[in-house]
């Protein structure tokens, strides 16, 4: 069966694993092309505000090897390259399109490589990075547990994981323009600009069956890390996380 023909109902009830995996790799390999001014449009033109943020809060040490999982187009390892220029920053995704369109963007940067690689069995070894960076990521696993053990192996002791995911707000008239948005203009405007549909309407499935920001910071105990506290952005619909790997372990 072709994975792109599931039927929306069942990405959430049924998908789980390699089928999951699959199918969100070719969604985002649909999308490339247009994901980055569908990003633009869908966070108000702040987005790369976040990702600026996500490169302060991953505290990456002079001349630091750093993991931008879930790379996509590159906007996040570019950030973390902006504020440190001397780092190195592996940027590792299973879509390959959207790295493509990372690749171009890129403009000779040295600092900047490309890797294919799965979240959920990454092609590193254990402590290999100083930081570790993800956004938009964790909704899109089809574990998120694994993902953060997964993570915290290759992260090396003392780095850090910085996490950026859409999340359910707090204050319940926000709530209200925030389901108004995903349920109903993200996937209309979505399918006007990208062409597709279907991917469109998974995106709101997706962010709202994600857990909320205290249920994500036990997730991240429970695989290892420490130190976790979280921000919020955007009216309280972004999430930032951060743990950090224990020396000691
Ligand atoms: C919404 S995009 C985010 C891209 C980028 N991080 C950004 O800030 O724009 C999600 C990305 O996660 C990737 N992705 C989802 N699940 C993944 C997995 N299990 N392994 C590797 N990449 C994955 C998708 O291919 C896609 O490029």
Request: include cysteine; aromatic fraction near 8%; hydrophobic fraction near 45%.
């Amino acid at each position: 069966m072709n994975n792109n023909t599931f039927p929306q109902h069942d990405m959430d009830g049924l998908l789980q694993g390699q089928q999951r995996g699959q199918y969100v790799a070719r969604m985002f390999g649909r999308i490339a092309a247009r994901y980055d001014l569908l990003n633009r449009f869908m966070s108000l033109g702040q987005d790369q505000r976040w990702r600026r943020r996500m490169a302060a809060l991953a505290e990456v040490p002079a001349q630091g090897l750093v993991l931008d999982l879930a790379t996509g187009t590159g906007d996040v390892a570019l950030a973390v390259l902006e504020r440190s220029p001397d780092a190195q920053v592996v940027g590792a995704d299973f879509a390959l399109p959207m790295m493509q369109v990372g690749q171009r963007k890129q403009m000779g940067e040295q600092g900047l490589s490309f890797v294919g690689a799965d979240a959920l069995a990454l092609p590193f070894h254990n402590m290999q990075f100083d930081a570790l960076l993800h956004a938009f990521l964790m909704r899109n696993i089809a574990d998120i547990a694994s993902g953060f053990r997964e993570q915290w192996r290759v992260l090396k002791p003392g780095g850090r994981v910085v996490c950026l995911e859409i999340v359910g707000p707090e204050a319940s008239l926000i709530r209200s323009v925030y389901h108004l948005f995903f349920e109903t203009i993200v996937p209309r405007v979505g399918a006007l600009i990208s062409g597709d549909a279907q991917a469109y309407s998974y995106l709101p499935q997706s962010v709202l069956r994600f857990p909320a920001p205290d249920t994500l910071s036990q997730m991240m105990r429970e695989a290892g890390f420490a130190q976790v506290r979280y921000e919020r952005v955007m009216l309280g619909t972004i999430a930032i996380h951060v743990g950090e790997k224990p020396r000691a372990s």
